[in-house]
């Protein structure tokens, strides 16, 4: 299945996101609420990066959303495992 990688918009790329990965329970915490509410479109050139918890804790949601042109959006997520258990000396 081919996935749809370009968009008009940055809420139209979001929002393809969120159908494609409907099947995942996302955590719809305060994390999720202040970067979906508080996250503004990218500037031209710049890409948002926003990582959502999923309901199982093992997992995240990637995604990001690069600004090509005025009206070009290029959209990349993915779903990773997540260890909270590494430790960083």
């Known amino acids: 299945m081919n996935k749809q990688t370009y968009f008009d ?3 139209n790329a ?3 996101c969120f159908n494609d990965t409907s099947y995942y329970k ?3 915490n305060d994390n ?3 970067q ?3 996250t ?3 500037s031209l050139g710049n890409t948002n990066i926003i990582t ?3 309901i ?3 997992y995240k949601l990637h995604i990001q959303v690069y600004r090509m042109s005025l009206n070009t959006f290029e959209l990349n997520y993915y779903i990773a495992p997540y260890n909270n258990k590494i430790k960083i000396k």
């Open 56 to 58: 199982d804790d093992n």
């Open 26 to 28: 996302i955590n719809k």
């Open 32 to 34: 999720f609420h202040n």
């Open 9 to 11: 918009s940055y809420t």
């Open 36 to 38: 979906i509410t508080f």
């Open 14 to 16: 979001l929002d393809y």
């Open 40 to 42: 503004k479109k990218p």
């Open 52 to 54: 959502l918890d999923l």
